[in-house]
């Protein structure tokens, strides 16, 4: 079985496949969860329509394995550090990211902040606001 990662950006080198723990995870996930043994792996860089294929032995795959092993095991420890960027946007962890939480009672505080202001200026202008005033927020 050959397993292909089509690259729509810059194009990957040889390099980059042979290295690429992406493609280990597709070949350890391709067979635990439906009993394939891949052969190959490939980046297939739609620019130039050019592949690079690469392979893994066991021993490269057990590795792969310990590594996400330890990130996994480090995360759920809390002992990782978040490099907020724009991939964020499209994280599928943001809900647990203490990078976002960081962000969200950055914002929480300054709709506190707004929500007291706007109370203030209610108050300030309600005396002069006509019948069906409404302040902006
Ligand atoms: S939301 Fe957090 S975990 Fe996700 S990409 Fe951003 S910094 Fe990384």
Redesign the pocket.
């Known amino acids: 079985m050959v397993i292909v990662d089509y690259k729509t950006g810059k194009a990957r080198s040889q390099e980059d496949a042979d290295e690429s723990l992406q493609l280990s995870i597709y070949a350890m996930a391709a067979h635990e969860k439906w009993g394939y043994r891949v052969s190959e792996l490939a980046f297939h860089n739609l620019e130039g329509n050019v592949s690079v294929i690469s392979k893994r032995t066991d021993f490269q795959l057990e590795q792969a394995r310990e590594r996400v092993l330890t990130v996994a095991r480090n995360i759920a420890d809390g002992n990782f550090k ?4 724009f ?2 946007n499209f ?1 599928a ?2 809900g647990l ?4 939480e960081k962000q969200a009672r950055r914002l929480r505080r300054r709709l506190r902040a707004l929500r007291e202001n706007r109370s203030t200026d209610r108050r300030s202008t309600k005396h002069f606001a006509p019948k069906n005033f409404r302040a902006k927020t």
């Open positions: 978040p490099k907020p960027d991939y964020c994280c962890f943001r990211c203490p990078a976002r």
